[in-house]
């Protein structure tokens, strides 16, 4: 069976087990979730099998399971209405297919250099930010305590941005400088998440401000990654720092 085929089949699956879930009872929702994801990490290990080398059960395969788990997630924060539901039911079954595509870029990429590896960044990028914004949304709009948001956030961003930094060069084992980068980054968002659970902000506006400091901190690190941080490049995700944090200012409460 062909790779393309296999991505089909995969996509189809989990799209039906996203849409499976609607019908599960309030009390077994994030049980279903739990068992969707293991489903999709196991279905995604069978689709992406052809290249997949042991690490990369680590770096790769793990992608598609999370992203899974975030639109698994944010499906039951939906209104009922039919419309809106099977909307995210076809992104979600179109986004997995192209996760696959990018998955299996970084698959094959390794030890040269394709035409379609800066394209698989970009969009690698895309769907870790948007995984980052639909799990937070979450997490914020369940009101939990501080700590366990602090939890919640370190679990899911780990995984997610040691995936990312790891493409940049696409390494045959994970080097001590990815993983000790991706510990700092996702210590800098358990942080700003902590804190910015104690105030009485918006689900949106918090996940949206977790979102935008991973863009900025996997920004900077895949630039130093590459050999290219210079001064400019520093200074580009300065001002979107600086903007973020002035729209932070404003939204904050008690002004």
Known sequence: MRRREKFVIAS??????LLAMQYVSLEWRYLAVGVLTMISFAVSGWALADDLQRHEWLTIVPFPALYTMAVGL?????????????AILALFSVGMYGLYLTSNIFSVAKGRTIQ???AAHAIGLLFTLLTSLLFTNTLFSLRFPFYINGLGIGL?????????????QLDKRLSAQVTGLTSL???VLVEVGIVISLYPLSAWNQALF??????????????????????NT???????????GAIFVLLFPGK
């Open 210 to 231: 977790i979102m935008a400091l991973a863009y900025i901190g996997l920004g900077i690190f895949h630039n130093y990654l590459k050999g290219r941080l210079f001064a």
């Open 156 to 168: 899911v961003h780990f995984p997610l941005i040691l995936m990312s930094l790891w493409s940049v």
């Open 74 to 86: 944010f499906y039951f924060l939906l209104p009922t209405n039919l419309v809106s539901k099977f």
């Open 12 to 17: 189809i699956l989990l799209s039906l087990g």
């Open 185 to 187: 980054l996702t210590l």
């Open 116 to 118: 379609l590896l800066h």
């Open 234 to 244: 520093l200074t580009e995700y300065s001002l979107v720092a600086v903007f973020v």
